[in-house]
């Protein structure tokens, strides 16, 4: 998306996926493979847990926005022995409906 379509072009936004690395047992993914069994889903092979984080901040550039959102990420958002995370820039994210 064009700066010029978004919003407000004094912020950008960035959505952060934090997923435990590989080899990294996930115990929550195993108890909801386990729940989801229980209930009939037999077919999941396998189930890993993450968590999705969505920070809107002022910048001027996707360059500072990813430099800023990288910085706190290291700091803070995800920690860096058991998790690896991604970044999407607002000019990747698709919209996302909500399933009721």
Do not use: H, W
């Not at 809107?56 to 959102?69: D, F, H, I, K």
């Amino acid at each position: 998306m064009p700066e010029a379509a978004r919003a407000d072009p004094r912020t950008m936004k960035v959505r952060v996926l934090v997923r435990l690395k590989p080899g990294i047992l996930d115990v929550q993914g195993a108890a909801v493979k386990r729940a989801l069994a229980g209930l009939g889903f037999d077919e999941v092979t396998d189930l890993r847990v993450g968590k999705v984080i969505e920070v809107e901040l002022p910048t001027g550039s996707l360059a500072e926005a990813r430099q800023r959102v990288g910085e706190m990420c290291r700091q803070l958002l995800a920690n860096p022995i058991l998790e690896d995370y991604t970044l999407e820039m607002a000019d990747d994210l698709a919209p996302r409906e909500a399933v009721r």
